[in-house]
Nanobody
Framework: QVQLVESGGGLVQAGESLTLSCAAS????????MGWYRQAPGKQRELVAT???????NYADFVKGRFTISRDYARNTVHLQMNSLEPEDTAVYYC??????????????WGQGTQVTVSS
């Protein structure tokens, strides 16, 4: 059973920083892309950042220069360093990964979500 577990959400003030982490566990043969999405109340889920198995990163325009995504390949973990947070960044942040479990085909997995609240 493969699962993604997120941590690091919380309440911060505008301008402050926060780091989210997501660890993949279970019977894993390989992890391809990993990434973060977010969903604010009343809005659709949107991509924040992704990072490939070859460490190529991709960011949504609204976080470029403020957020950094990174991976710890040995620990099957992805991190999202968020700086200069704004109230508009308030959302539930979801970890996402394209994982190949042992003995089967690649599957998209989602974490349970972690709340990030930025007060003005």
């Amino acid at each position: 059973q493969v699962q993604l577990v997120e941590s690091g959400g919380g309440l911060v003030q505008a301008g402050e920083s926060l780091t989210l982490s997501c660890a993949a566990s279970g019977s894993i043969a390989r992890i391809n892309d990993m990434g973060w999405y977010r969903q604010a109340p009343g809005k659709q889920r949107e991509l924040v950042a992704t990072i490939s198995g070859g460490s190529r990163s991709n960011y949504a325009d609204f976080v470029k220069g403020r957020f950094t995504i990174s991976r710890d390949y040995a620990r099957n973990t992805v991190h999202l360093q968020m700086n200069s947070l704004e109230p508009e960044d308030t959302a539930v942040y979801y970890c996402n990964a394209n994982i190949v479990p042992r003995g089967t085909f690649s599957t998209i997995y989602w974490g349970q979500g972690t709340q990030v609240t930025v007060s003005s």
